[in-house]
């Protein structure tokens, strides 16, 4: 069996935009909000209206009206980012 990898780069430049939800690895930290630009190196920044959501808010379902609200755009550089993916409106 080969392995093939394969380009995140147009999936997150699909994004930009949309609502994300950023999880960082170190602290397991979540941001949710709209993604705005993303560069060569995959450095994100997201817009104005960032909610962050802590490890020690985050349980099964994590629930946004616990979280922080941001005032400023959040970026956040790619060696921080676990996975981001599209926020889903459960």
Do not use: A
């Amino acid at each position: 069996m080969s392995f093939q990898p394969i380009n995140p780069k147009p999936y997150i430049n699909s994004l930009i935009g949309q609502r994300v939800v950023v999880k960082l690895k170190f602290s397991g930290t979540e941001y949710h909000g709209t993604l705005l630009s993303v560069d060569n190196y995959m450095n994100l920044l997201l817009d104005k209206d960032v909610i962050e959501l802590s490890t020690i808010e985050l349980g099964q379902t994590p629930d946004l009206n616990k979280g922080i609200k941001l005032e400023n755009e959040i970026f956040v550089r790619c060696n921080n980012v676990l996975w981001i993916g599209k926020e889903t409106s459960d």
